[in-house]
């Protein structure tokens, strides 16, 4: 379950680099006036910074109940192939996710990566609710 648990945080990292890196580079090329950052107020950052922020925002909602899950999991040692199968689902379809999101960002296609995402999240709880 930590492999699933790691290539989600290796996903949030490289999301969360990308974004800072991308504000540095809208600061120092005057694009967004530096002081905005000090409070999110006064200017309007582009497109581009704004789809990553609220990807990165995305994941730290949903996968906190993907986390807990693989705590318990762990710490329980309840390893099993459907749950690991489900997690590995999951850590697929948020990254379907964030790549749509930062890409073309056709919300249907990002809407349905969504669902099905949540749907294995529950799937997961579900699972976890019947051998607890």
Same mark, same amino acid.
């Given at each position: ?9 290796l ?16 600061a120092?090329?005057?694009?967004v ?11 309007? *950052? *582009? ?16 996968p ?10 762990i ?12 997690a ?30 949540s ?13 607890l």
């Amino acid at each position: 379950m930590i492999y699933p648990m790691f290539a989600l945080v290796l996903l949030t990292f490289f999301v969360g680099i990308r974004l800072g890196a991308t504000r540095f580079a809208n600061a120092r090329s005057g694009r967004v006036k530096g002081g905005y950052y000090r409070l999110m107020q006064g200017d309007t *950052p *582009p497109d581009g910074e704004l789809k990553l922020a609220r990807n990165f925002s995305n994941l730290f909602e949903g996968p906190v109940l993907f986390y807990a899950f693989g705590a318990i999991v762990i710490a329980k040692n309840l390893a099993a192939p459907l749950p690991l199968a489900l997690a590995w689902g999951y850590v697929a379809l948020r990254a379907v996710h964030t790549a749509i999101h930062l890409g073309r960002n056709h919300p249907i296609h990002r809407f349905l990566a969504f669902l099905v995402s949540s749907i294995l999240l529950l799937a997961m709880w579900g699972w976890l609710a019947l051998v607890l």
